[in-house]
C-alpha cells in the first residue's frame, strides 16, 4: 500500500523564481493538504484541495496556489519566491467523510525541501 | 482563533523513566486532537488521535493521551520511554466547523539518554 509520495526531496531557488512542488495521496484517499514547516515549528496549513477544488485556505498569500488533477495528485505553486519560502513543505492525503468533515486523519508525506537564495 | 500550545520545548529522558508532554489548545467548540511524531529523518507519523468517546485514548508504541476537556488539555503519555523514542512530538487540532484545517503546535523534542 503506497503511502503518500512528495517531489522532488529537495530544491533550491533563488528569489523571484517560481517553484512546483507535487503529491500523490495515499492509495484511497482523495483529499490532499498542504503545509508549510519551518525550522524548528510545527507545520502551517496553507490549503486543502477535494474534487479538484480549493476547499479551505489558511493565512498564505495569493503567491500560493495550488491544483489537484482527477486522479487525486496535487501540486503546490508558489510564485516571486522569497527567502522566508525556505521550509520543508508537507503534503497530507485523507479520505473525505460523508457529510460533515470532522473525523479526518490526515497521513503526511516526506516532504519537499525548499531553500530560497 | 485556534491554537495549539505545547510548553515543553525540549525534554531530556533517561531510558524507562515515565513521560508526559503538556499540550492545551485554545477553542470553545468540538474538536479533534491529535498527537503526531518526527522520528529523526523521517516523516510524520499519527501517533494516537481523539475525535469523540472514551477520553483516554491509546495509540502506537505503547503510548496514550487523555482529553481533559475543562481543562482544554491533551497531555501525552508514556509509563517506561526508550531510546528509540526519541523525536519530535507535535499535538495538532482541528474542529468541526473548520475540519480541513489541522493546527499544529511548535512541538517538543524528546531526548532519551540511553
Known amino acids: 500500500d503506497a503511502g503518500v509520495t512528495q517531489s522532488p526531496t529537495h530544491l533550491i531557488k533563488t528569489r523571484g523564481q517560481q517553484v512546483t512542488l507535487r503529491c500523490s495521496p495515499k492509495?484511497?484517499?482523495?483529499?490532499v493538504s498542504w503545509y508549510q514547516q519551518a525550522l524548528g515549528q510545527g507545520p502551517q496549513f496553507i490549503f486543502q484541495y477535494y474534487e479538484e477544488e480549493e476547499r479551505q485556505r489558511g493565512n498564505f498569500p495569493d503567491r500560493f496556489s495550488g491544483h489537484q488533477f482527477p486522479n487525486y495528485s496535487s501540486e503546490l505553486n508558489v510564485n516571486a519566491l522569497l527567502l522566508g519560502d525556505s521550509a520543508l513543505y508537507l503534503c497530507a492525503s485523507s479520505l473525505a467523510l460523508g457529510g460533515g468533515l470532522s473525523g479526518e486523519t490526515q497521513y503526511f508525506g516526506p516532504g519537499t525541501r525548499l531553500l530560497v537564495l | 482563533a485556534q491554537s495549539v500550545s505545547q510548553h515543553n520545548h525540549h525534554v531530556i529522558l533517561s531510558e524507562a523513566a515515565s513521560l508526559e508532554l503538556g499540550c492545551n489548545y485554545s477553542?470553545?467548540?468540538?474538536?479533534?486532537l491529535f498527537w503526531y511524531v518526527q522520528y529523526p529523518g523521517q516523516h510524520l507519523q499519527l501517533l494516537l488521535k481523539y475525535f469523540s468517546g472514551d477520553p483516554l485514548v491509546k495509540g502506537i508504541k505503547g503510548f496514550e493521551a487523555e482529553f481533559i476537556k475543562s481543562k482544554f488539555s491533551f497531555n501525552l503519555r508514556k509509563p517506561s520511554v526508550q531510546w528509540s523514542d526519541t523525536a519530535e512530538y507535535f499535538c495538532a487540532v482541528n474542529s468541526d466547523s473548520s475540519a480541513s484545517k489541522i493546527i499544529f503546535g511548535s512541538g517538543t523534542r524528546l531526548s532519551i539518554r540511553p
Open positions: 477553542y470553545g467548540g468540538t474538536v479533534n
Open positions: 492509495s484511497g484517499h482523495d483529499t
